[in-house]
């Protein structure tokens, strides 16, 4: 086998000798996870920053999937965001298993240069050869739509802002989607995403969707009547991690050499490129981001969604933070329509459906949490930094959020109530972690739904999306009429369910 073979050529030739060999035993081919070529997924990389690169080497070694593209608008650069000093090129490296690769040459490296190289590498080291060149490389998805007609999916890593209109053209081309969140930043494009999934009935996945036994596990609680009728859910979170800017940059740095801030901006108005805009702080503006909401909220609030039958919520008010700053001697609070707050409080009301009652669930971000409930005074119990609580008429439960085991409280109750149905709670945390790195891939070769299909991601969808619309007019409470997608009672506040787009870029 050449070192240069492409990877069309390495897939036909190893599918064609697969097959001149079907009475040979699968482990003889390949070892235990040996898949045949031919039955591999083909998957297209959009988006190379440090999520989406972290995230690759994963992808990269499972076996039913081959990565056959990527694409990025930047080519090739250090000047990333990263939560932990070389967290990204270590984690990348360590997936080379290379602990040297890219060592001192920069920061944090990203770009669809960065990608090619990652998935060649790490085929390379899978190849007889120890060679494999096979891995086109674009700046625009529509070019990489247009000319990589045999892919079967691609993975959808950009910013938020991007997210609906890569997502359906590549659902129009008949493409596997699986996409990070959030669905879309706009309610209409979120609609317009499930909508484009409906139609084309390709298999997607929502990537922070979870199975979440945790959540099933609090569900099951409550049916028992441990804490009576819910009628509240808190959660908080430790977001923003990145940087808030409290007003719009006014200097104009160059545009970083190999980076494409055209195509960048996808749909977004033309608008001067500013750093401020870009990598992992993105999500602090509304135009090009979702917020802690949908950057946390997606993990942790997506089985309760499920769990509980949440439509689209009824209602939803906010209390953003502000921040002042001094004119001509006089302290002014500064007007924010395009930046989330440094910390809010959102309240999404939920009608009653069937036999559960109406509900309220509350979110928390920038280091608010709510008060210590004496439940959690009685054992002593401080409020972690990030966490979940359920509140019935009758008790409360803490956790059930993705890295915290739910536990009735006070402790007196908890045993009371294990007591009393002969049993002790048990930790299914494990299993969620397992299953969401295999999931979209078995519904992609199956054609099964995954937990996390696109149909089911619309009522969080909405309801994040309004509370973003609530906080960028200062708080205001909105009044949703989901059968029309309008709010009823602040005019002003639909012109923010959809984007105002640049021409040609249009979502139709």
């Known amino acids: 086998m050449a070192s240069d073979m492409n990877r069309r050529k390495f897939l036909r030739y190893a599918a064609a000798s697969a097959g ?6 699968r482990h003889v081919l390949g070892g235990a996870r040996y898949v045949a070529p031919s039955e591999k997924l083909t998957v297209a990389n959009i988006g190379c920053g440090t999520q989406g690169l972290t995230e690759m080497v994963q992808l990269l070694a499972a076996p039913q999937v081959q990565v056959v593209a990527v694409c990025d608008p930047n080519k090739d650069s250090s000047d990333y965001v990263e939560w932990g000093t070389d967290s990204v090129r270590s984690t990348i490296a360590a997936g080379l298993g290379r602990p040297d690769w890219r060592k001192g040459a920069g920061r944090v490296p990203g770009g669809r240069d960065v ?3 990652v998935v060649e590498l790490y085929y390379s080291d899978k190849t007889p050869s120890g060679g494999f060149h096979g891995c086109a490389s674009y700046a625009d998805y529509r070019e990489l739509l247009e000319k990589e007609k045999d892919i079967d999916a691609v993975k959808v890593m950009t910013p938020d802002h991007l997210h609906a209109i890569v997502s359906i053209a590549a659902m129009r081309k008949g ?10 930043n706009r309610v209409r494009e979120a609609r317009l995403v499930i909508e484009t999934a409906r139609q084309t009935k ?10 979440g036994q945790n959540v099933r596990m609090v569900a099951g609680w409550i049916a028992d009547g441990a804490i009576g009728t819910l009628r509240e859910i808190h959660n908080w979170s430790n977001r923003p991690v990145w940087p808030q800017y409290a007003t719009i940059p006014t200097d104009r740095p160059p545009i970083p050499k190999g980076f494409d801030w055209d195509l960048w901006l996808g749909p977004s108005l033309p608008r001067p490129y500013h750093p401020h805009y870009t990598h992992a702080v993105f999500r602090g503006w509304y135009e090009f981001g979702g917020g802690p909401v949908a950057d946390m909220g997606h993990y942790s609030l997506w089985p309760v969604f499920q769990e509980f039958d949440l439509d689209a919520p009824v209602a939803v008010e906010s209390t953003p933070s502000h921040v002042c700053t001094i004119e001509d001697c006089v302290s002014r609070k500064i007007h924010n329509d395009y930046a989330f707050p440094f910390a809010c409080t959102i309240r999404f009301k939920f009608a009653a459906k069937g036999a559960r009652p109406a509900l309220d669930l509350f979110w928390y971000d920038g280091g608010i949490k709510p008060p210590t409930p004496p439940e959690a005074e009685e054992d002593n119990r401080e409020l972690a930094a990030e966490g979940m609580m359920f509140v019935g008429d009758k008790g409360k439960i803490l956790g059930g959020f993705l890295c915290e085991d739910p536990q009735i409280i006070p402790q007196r109750k908890a045993r009371a109530f294990q007591a009393s149905r002969n049993t002790a709670a048990s930790d299914a945390r494990g ?5 969401r790195s295999a999931a979209w891939i078995e519904a992609f070769q199956t054609g099964k739904p995954s937990y996390g299909d696109f149909l089911l991601a619309g009522p969080i969808s909405e309801a994040f999306n309004l509370g973003a619309v609530s906080l960028r007019l200062g708080g205001k409470r909105l009044l949703w009429d989901a059968a029309n997608m309008k709010v009823t009672n602040v005019p002003e506040a639909n012109k923010y369910l959809d984007r105002e787009c640049r ?6």
């Open 20 to 25: 001149a060999v079907t009475i040979v035993p």
């Open 175 to 184: 493409k596997h989607v699986v996409l990070h969140k959030p669905l879309a």
């Open 431 to 435: 299993r969620d972690r397992r299953r």
């Open 202 to 211: 390709v298999s997607t996945h929502f990537l922070p969707a979870s199975e």
């Open 115 to 117: 990608g090619k190289e």
């Open 503 to 508: 021409p040609g870029w249009e979502l139709t």
